[in-house]
């Protein structure tokens, strides 16, 4: 069972994912002004890469909250962290050539969020020019959150969808901890489905690839191998 260790990031510094004002600017991007956010407890990069859980591990997830509200990713810092790891990132990519400009700066994994999906066409376009690509389903209140058909749907009914695209990397995000019928969903062969492990009921749930954990809380801690 893979083990990813994820990390939030603002133009000040790195964030936990688990903390208040990373949940407080993730949950709701689009509604974020262009200061911080509120008691932010920044870490540096020397900080992020001393943890335990990312030291030990070869790649990390990064949830860039200045990508995700202003499409203004924190490329230089993703840069360095990409010298030292493999970085799987949510950049808040609104088209293919966003995307592609986040590859070029050092993501291993470019995630399009289903939030700013406008059209699920869009990873047809996304595969045709590479295979770093992902989908990040943001989940509220048991369902999908997004600007395309996928919302509102269930994530057995979305992963399935995305499957059929052949798309190789996705991940559940239950921002709210409510994992609808997320026990249902099952992983294709070669297919990477990886679930946010802060809702923890997910962690029996033998279907994933992996679990996404916050290295800097008590329970992520707890499931790094």
């Not at 989908?135 to 969808?161: C, F, Y």
Request: glycine share 8%.
């Amino acid at each position: 069972m893979r083990i990813l260790p994820a990390i939030g990031l603002e133009r000040d510094g790195f964030i936990a994912v688990g903390a208040d004002a990373f949940m407080e600017a993730g949950q709701n991007p689009q509604d974020r002004g262009t200061g911080p956010s509120s008691s932010p407890s920044y870490l540096s990069l020397d900080d992020v890469l001393a943890n335990p859980g990312i030291d030990r591990s070869e790649t990390v997830m990064v949830l860039d909250v200045d990508g995700l509200a202003r499409n203004r990713p924190n490329v230089d810092t993703i840069q360095d962290l990409a010298d030292s790891k493999e970085v799987v990132l949510n950049g808040g990519a609104r088209t293919v050539e966003d995307m592609i400009d986040l590859i070029v700066a050092g993501a291993s994994v470019c995630l399009f969020d289903s939030r700013f999906m406008t059209d699920v066409m869009m990873v047809d376009e996304a595969r045709d020019l590479t295979d770093n690509f992902g989908v990040l389903l943001w989940m509220e209140k048991g369902v999908v959150r997004s600007m395309s058909s996928l919302d509102g749907i269930a994530p057995t009914q979305a992963v399935t969808e995305l499957v059929r695209k052949e798309v190789d990397t996705i991940v559940l995000w239950p921002a709210d901890r409510d994992l609808g019928d997320s026990h249902r969903v099952y992983a294709r062969e070669g297919c990477d489905l990886l679930a946010f492990a802060a809702a923890y009921e997910l962690k029996g749930n033998d279907h994933y690839t992996g679990f996404i954990i916050d290295p800097f809380t008590e329970t992520g801690r707890e499931m790094v191998p």
